[in-house]
Every structure is written in structure tokens, then in C-alpha cells.
């Protein structure tokens, strides 16, 4: 299969920035797709930005402070936050479409979680 390794969480003030980073391995025939999603507690899990044939995109509340890239030779995908907010504070997961076949549809895959929390 395929599992997807994060980093780069942790405690930050307000204003702050962090780097997120996640690198998919397994078996790989392609990755169509790479992002991230959060979740707050209480809350349901939000895409905030995600890298796909179709272009990129980004939630609201994130644009112009986040910046989503990828490494296509390493399977890894990064989220530069910049200027973060309290309200930035969740557990933040990789997501990956891969396909594992050429014959074979792609599925999605989900990295553990790394949180996040913006306070002072």
C-alpha cells in the first residue's frame, strides 16, 4: 500500500509560520493529487489546500498566507503557513490520490496528522 509520513507541526505565537511536509512511499504508479486538510475539534475536516491536474487551490481563510507545493520526484508535498492565526490551530492532514496500477482507479490515502496550535 501506501502510507504518507508528516512533520513539521507544533506550538507557534500568533503571526508565526511553520512548514509542513509530507512524503508519500509504497507502491506508487502515479500521484495524481496531493493536499491538506484540518480539523478542529468539535469540527468536520476542511480542505485548506490542495495540488491537482486541475490547478491549485486554496480555502479562503488561507489564501495569501499559505502556500502549497509539491516535489513530484519525491512524492512530497509542502504547506508553507505564514502570518498564522489562532483560528489556524487543528490537526492538519496529508492527503495523496495515487494510483497503485495502471489498470487500476485511484484511491485516496491519509497521513497520520500533525498538529497545529497558533497561541500566545
Known amino acids: 500500500q501506501v502510507q504518507l509520513v508528516e512533520s513539521g507541526g507544533g506550538l507557534v505565537q500568533p503571526g508565526g509560520s511553520l512548514r509542513l511536509s509530507c512524503a508519500a512511499s509504497?507502491?506508487?504508479?502515479?500521484?495524481?493529487?496531493m493536499g491538506w486538510y484540518r480539523q478542529a475539534p468539535g469540527k468536520q475536516r476542511e480542505l485548506v489546500a490542495a495540488s491537482t491536474s486541475g490547478g491549485i487551490n486554496y480555502a479562503d481563510s488561507v489564501k495569501g498566507r499559505f502556500t502549497i507545493s509539491r516535489d513530484f520526484a519525491k512524492n512530497t508535498v509542502y504547506l508553507q503557513m505564514n502570518s498564522l492565526k489562532p483560528e489556524d490551530t487543528a490537526v492538519y492532514y496529508c492527503n495523496a490520490v495515487v494510483r497503485t496500477d495502471w489498470k487500476t482507479r485511484s484511491s485516496d490515502y491519509w497521513g497520520q496528522g500533525t498538529q497545529v496550535t497558533v497561541s500566545s
Open positions: 509504497g507502491i506508487i504508479f502515479s500521484v495524481n493529487a
